[in-house]
């Protein structure tokens, strides 16, 4: 789109009851339900390429889930992105959209819209300014290409018959050729998330692989709880893993338990009822720290000597935790080697996680074994897409899950 357009004000995109009657359109294209990151991209995909299109959201607002993303700036894809950042039973489906559509294909649309970009760490790539810039470069390609954004839109049913798609809504009933579901997955539900693309696979037959929310808080017990709460607040680099799986990132210590980066990607992989393990110093070795300064400061108290490799308030909560106290001269290698392993290997079993309240993500979806990962059409019903994050497809922290938006939706905008 030239930047002459005058950008459109995704705020104010909640349009008339009659808006797709004005058209004038009997049987459109594609009709996309979900405006957000990947309806957006396979409608203006598909307007591109002269296809009749119309996106339907009952949100008031186009990308609402873009526009409060990574702390309002965006992170809208990461450099580095493999199959191997996301999650799925079917690892490899998602391979095709993502060397189709790359992260370099989304920047320079980026950039094509003069908006400012910086990479931070671990190749993430946000907005200089905010989270709103990518909302309207995507809305404003929509509409530039002729497509329709119809908001604040319910949808009531959905069927195939005719071989046509007939969607009833709270503004009437439209029809078209082709069916995008692009409706996202349970997570935040206060901004409108709901299971409906789960529903209108199952109807179509498709299975659904088991959900649950992923990149998510963990919570304490009261007995974890009881020794944390001073901590509250209090963050620092860590070593997080669950089975072979690791990330060091940031750790915060919340109200509920346990949050940052780290803590967000384990999630993802963690099973209930089982510990992870958490290095809280992973660049120093607390025990010889330790011995070295039983030697060289006796009549220091063994807290504030833990002190020096860790934040002053959660080396006094280990020590009480683990019950070692005192001077560091009189405690003996057996006390030294239980500080050490608190430090190094915290084994932590979680009782449970913040919920889709807080997830920033829905783990499972669609069964993508039903699905051509060429063109996100399901196998077995003519016209009928999935993208996004209704699919059981979920990317790691970090602008993964932007980026399988984008792909995916490009995709199947290719497609109808």
């Not at 970009?117 to 909302?135: M, N, P, Y």
């Not at 329709?148 to 969607?167: M, S, Y």
């Not at 808080?217 to 509250?232: H, R």
């Not at 690791?246 to 509920?256: A, D, I, K, N, V």
Request: proline content about 4%.
């Amino acid at each position: 789109m030239p930047r002459d357009i005058a950008p459109t004000d995704p705020t104010a995109l909640a349009l008339d009851e009659d808006l797709p009657a004005k058209a004038g359109v009997k049987v459109w294209d594609a009709i996309i339900l979900g405006a957000g990151a990947a309806g957006l991209m396979a409608g203006l995909t598909a307007a591109k390429r002269g296809r009749k299109v119309l996106l339907l959201d009952h949100a008031r607002r186009a990308g609402e889930k873009i526009r409060i993303s990574g702390g309002g700036r965006c992170n809208f894809t990461n450099r580095n992105t493999t199959a191997s950042n996301f999650l799925s039973d079917n690892p490899r489906f998602c391979l095709s959209a993502l060397k189709a559509f790359t992260p370099g294909d989304f920047l320079r649309l980026v950039e094509a819209h003069g908006i400012g970009w910086h990479e931070k760490t671990l190749g993430q790539l946000f907005c200089d300014d905010t989270a709103r810039d990518i909302v309207t470069l995507l809305v404003d390609e929509l509409t530039f290409a002729g497509g329709t954004l119809c908001l604040d839109t319910g949808i009531k049913a959905v069927e195939k018959r005719d071989n046509l798609f007939h969607v009833a809504t709270s503004r009437g009933s439209e029809k078209a050729l082709s069916l995008i579901v692009a409706t996202g997955g349970k997570s935040i539900p206060k901004m409108g998330a709901t299971g409906l693309g789960y529903d209108i696979a199952r109807q179509f037959g498709l299975a659904i692989t088991q959900t649950r929310p992923g990149l998510v808080p963990l919570t304490f017990s009261e007995e974890q709880k009881a020794w944390s709460t001073p901590l509250v607040g209090l963050s620092l680099d860590a070593l997080v893993s669950f089975g072979k799986t690791s990330f060091r990132e940031g750790l915060l210590f919340t109200h509920r338990g346990l949050s940052g980066p780290s803590i967000l990607q384990i999630s993802s992989y963690w099973q209930e009822g089982k510990a992870i393990r958490i290095n809280l110093a992973p660049d120093a070795g607390c025990l010889e720290i330790l011995t070295s300064a039983r030697t060289l400061s006796p009549k220091q108290d063994v807290a504030t000597v833990l002190a020096n490799l860790l934040p002053k308030r959660l080396a006094r909560a280990i020590c009480e935790r683990e019950g070692v106290k005192g001077h560091i001269a009189e405690l003996g290698d057996k006390a030294l080697r239980k500080l050490d392993q608190a430090v190094h290997d915290w084994q932590l079993i979680p009782v449970g996680t913040e919920g889709y309240r807080t997830a920033e993500v829905t783990l499972g979806g669609v069964d993508t074994r039903a699905i051509s990962s060429k063109t996100m059409e399901a196998v077995d019903v003519d016209g009928l897409y999935f993208v996004g994050e209704v699919l059981d497809v979920t990317g790691q922290l970090g602008g993964y899950n932007f980026q399988w938006a984008w792909s995916s939706g490009h995709a199947a905008g290719n497609a109808v």
